[in-house]
């Protein structure tokens, strides 16, 4: 089942990738590079963060820096559910992703997934 989920989540993010490529790769939210490098982190999340049909991931604390041909995403990132004993959780983690645009589109050329330890 869970690769099914993580199957059409692929499919859908290549769909929309497709979208933001055609329109001269902008997403299809904004035409700000700051809020198409969100899109596009959020779509980078979905695709490899495993996120189980019972969990949720909640993406806050959002900083994106732009330098020229290039774009720096950060957040952190809670992940919650709920155990089979009924009780709730939530990881924290921190998300970072790389980007560089080439060819007038932005392309992710790093990404890192960590837990937050306290």
Known sequence: MKRVVVVAGLIAVLSVVASAQAAGGRSPQSGKPDQEIISLSRQFAD???LIR????LDIHDIRVRIR????????RADKRGQEASGRAYT???R??????RREGRWQAVRGQWGKVTK
């Open 68 to 75: 020229g041909n290039t774009a720096k995403f950060t957040s």
């Open 47 to 49: 695709e490899t963060i």
């Open 91 to 93: 990881h924290p983690h």
């Open 53 to 56: 049909q019972d969990e949720t």
């Open 95 to 100: 998300l970072t992703v790389e980007y560089v």
